[in-house]
């Protein structure tokens, strides 16, 4: 596995190095600012690898919990006494929920979390519930 993941990095970055480094010049300040668009370009490159190895890890760890709809709660965890869902497994790998945007409410924007953060136009008065804008 370590050596199939560092000859795909290889892979990843040896093509375009072997073309973009024959006769380049690396000395001093120029030659700097190119050694540092080179780590730049191949930290890209390798996080690529890599996340495409964790996202196809996560994805063969996500297709063993799978929800069982009658009882609410995740198959494989559920033999662990974790009835719930998402179970921790699948809420470590997804990340916390995403907030529920916050609505206008209307009246002062000093007292809607819509419009917290914002510069409504003097008076200062939220633009409500049916707004678009968020
Ligand atoms: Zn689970
Ligand atoms: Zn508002």
Redesign the pocket.
């Known amino acids: 596995m370590t050596d199939e993941l560092r000859q795909r990095i290889a892979d990843a970055i040896r093509p375009t190095m072997l073309m973009g480094l024959q006769d380049a010049e690396l000395f001093d300040a120029p030659g700097a600012e190119r050694i540092g668009e080179w780590v730049d370009w191949i930290s890209n490159k390798v996080t690529e690898v890599l996340q495409s190895d964790l996202d196809q890890l996560r994805g063969r760890i996500h297709s063993l919990?799978k929800y069982v709809p009658d009882a609410d709660y995740?198959d494989?965890?559920s033999n662990h006494g974790?009835i719930t869902w998402p179970?921790a497994?699948?809420r470590a790998l997804d990340g916390p929920p995403e907030p529920a945007p916050a609505v206008h409410v209307g009246g002062n924007a000093e007292d809607c979390p819509a419009c917290d953060g914002t510069n409504p136009p003097y008076l200062f008065i939220c633009p409500g519930p049916d707004s678009e804008e968020a």
């Open positions: 919990h995740c494989l965890c974790d179970c497994t699948v």
